[in-house]
Each structure stands twice: as structure tokens, then as C-alpha cells.
T-cell receptor, first 113, second 115 residues
Framework: AQSVTQLDSHVSVSEGTPVLLRCNYS??????LFWYVQHPNKGLQLLLK??????LVKGINGFEAEFTKSETSFHLTIPSAHMSDAAEYFC???????????FGGGTRVLVKP | AAGVIQSPRHLIKEKRETATLKCYPI?????VYWYQQGPGQDPQFLIS???????DKGSIPDRFSAQQFSDYHSELNMSSLELGDSALYFC??????????????FGEGSRLTVL
């Protein structure tokens, strides 16, 4: 079984500042990890994924996440927050077959002008 | 590029009624997943289908059933609706195996409101 914990339910930042979204996971196997973003009343969009290759993963729009096995973490960094980055971000782990995703509780990001 | 299409986008039903949600996966995707996201909650896995066969089952109530058809579209049938079924229902699709394992493409969801 796997589980995901997002350490912050809400994060508020000023436009242009970096954002760190923290995620810890638990898995009995080498996991595939993902970050998804959900804008209000929209579907889930994949930002990036880790599948046992490079530990620093780069995604769309300059987002990047670092996998640290020793800390069972997969933290996401937004280098410079834009107003359009205001959304809910989900850290996700897939099961061993890649069939079933387990979502973290989500982190809602608020960007202030 | 074509995305996952869900219909209807919004649905309002009374308690004890029945609802059907439809999902059309991305062309050439052979696996379909259903997720339920309650208000303020993270998405919860309900069920998945691969090549028209159920491949995995999550926290889907017995009142719900789903299937995948020969054209790979899927339908989620919900009967005896309860207030607690009010949620955003996501469908996702993927190709099985290979480098895309675990990468799901989500539709924009169908919002069900039960009154």
C-alpha cells in the first residue's frame, strides 16, 4: 500500500517569489510519483513525474521537483510565482502496476500581487 | 490534441434517482479510470478498466457500476443516489505499460449535485 502526505494545506506567496510545496510518501516498492495541478472548476493537469530516473525532475512552466529517497520526499518548487499559478496542487503516487493513483490532501496556493 | 471528454459536465439529480456519466478517452488509450472528488477533498479512485475488462477496484459503492465499451468509452452508472454522492467525478485515460505507466490524462470532470 502507498500513501502521500502534503505537509501544507495552504500556502500564500507574493507574485515573483519562489514556492516550495512539500510532499512525503510511503510505499513498499520503488514508486512513480507525480505532481498534478487543479485550477478552480477545472480538471487535473500533470505537471511532472518521477519514474526512477533523474532525481531532479523538470516539468512544464519551469516547475521542478526533487526526489529524495532517504527522506521519502518529492517536493515541488515553483521558481517564481505568477498569478496564474494560483491553484491546488496534488502530490500523487501510483501503485506498482500504474493503475491506481493515491492523492495527497492537496496544497492550495494563493498568489498575492 | 484530443483530450479526455466527459459528459455531462453538470448534472442535478434528486435522492434515490439514477445518473449515468460518460467518458471518452484519448484516441488509442486503452485504459480508463474513474475518480470521485468530494467538496474540499482529494480525488479518490473508484474503478479502472483495461481493454474492456475491469482492471482494478477502489472505493466504489455497490450502488455504482461501470463498464468500458468496444470503442473504449466508459460509463459510470450510479443508482439510489444519496446526498453524499454529490461530487466531481473525473475520468482519466492512459496507455498501458511502457514509459507512460502511471501517467494519466484527466478530463475536466462531471459535477453531480444530489438534492
Amino acid at each position: 500500500a502507498q500513501s502521500v502526505t502534503q505537509l501544507d494545506s495552504h500556502v500564500s506567496v507574493s507574485e515573483g517569489t519562489p514556492v516550495l510545496l512539500r510532499c512525503n510518501y510511503s510505499s513498499s516498492y520503488s514508486p512513480s510519483l507525480f505532481w498534478y495541478v487543479q485550477h478552480p472548476n477545472k480538471g487535473l493537469q500533470l505537471l511532472l513525474k518521477y519514474t526512477s530516473a533523474a532525481t531532479l525532475v523538470k516539468g512544464i512552466n519551469g516547475f521542478e521537483a526533487e526526489f529524495t529517497k532517504s527522506e521519502t520526499s518529492f517536493h515541488l518548487t515553483i521558481p517564481s510565482a505568477h498569478m496564474s499559478d494560483a491553484a491546488e496542487y496534488f502530490c500523487v503516487v501510483s501503485d506498482q502496476r500504474g493503475n491506481k493513483l493515491t492523492f495527497g490532501g492537496g496544497t492550495r496556493v494563493l498568489v498575492k500581487p | 490534441a484530443a483530450g479526455v471528454i466527459q459528459s455531462p459536465r453538470h448534472l442535478i439529480k434528486e435522492k434515490r434517482e439514477t445518473a449515468t456519466l460518460k467518458c471518452y478517452p484519448i484516441p488509442r488509450h486503452d485504459t480508463v479510470y474513474w475518480y470521485q472528488q468530494g467538496p474540499g477533498q482529494d480525488p479518490q479512485f473508484l474503478i479502472s478498466f483495461y481493454e474492456k475488462m475491469q482492471s482494478d477496484k477502489g472505493s466504489i459503492p455497490d450502488r455504482f457500476s461501470a463498464q468500458q465499451f468496444s470503442d473504449y468509452h466508459s460509463e459510470l452508472n450510479m443508482s439510489s443516489l444519496e446526498l453524499g454522492d454529490s461530487a466531481l467525478y473525473f475520468c482519466a485515460s492512459s496507455v498501458s505499460g511502457g514509459s507512460n505507466t502511471g501517467e494519466l490524462f484527466f478530463g475536466e470532470g462531471s459535477r453531480l449535485t444530489v438534492l
